[in-house]
């Protein structure tokens, strides 16, 4: 059984760093994309970082330059580092894995960049 925990949000001031991470369990992941993705309230869930077996990355246009993620395949965890970040990158951080016909979502955790 895939399962998927997030660790790592909280309450950041702006300008501030925080690294989340997601331990993946119940597969090797290698043949998998494995990302993190963001829902502010009221908005749709958005891409915020993406990353292949092969550590090709994509990031979301508001985490270019801001956030780097990244990937052990011995050891299948997903991180999310985060700097500089801004009051608009509140919201609830989901780690997610998927492949050509499978999709899996962790429950989230919540990141609060406030002063």
């Known amino acids: 059984q895939v399962q998927l925990v997030e660790s790592g949000g909280g309450l950041v001031q702006p300008g501030g760093s925080l690294r989340l991470s997601c331990a993946a369990s119940g597969r090797n992941f290698m043949l998998y994309v494995m990302g993190w993705y963001r829902q502010a309230p009221g908005k749709q869930r958005e891409l915020v970082a993406g990353?292949?077996?092969?550590?090709?990355?994509n990031y979301g246009a508001s985490a270019k330059g801001r956030f780097t993620i990244s990937r052990d395949n011995a050891k299948n965890p997903v991180y999310l580092q985060m700097n500089s970040l801004k009051p608009e990158d509140t919201g609830v951080y989901y780690c997610?894995?998927?492949?050509?016909?499978?999709?899996?979502w962790g429950q989230g955790t919540q990141v609060t960049v406030s002063s």
């Open positions: 990353i292949t077996g092969g550590l090709r990355t």
């Open positions: 997610n894995v998927r492949s050509a016909n499978q999709n899996y």
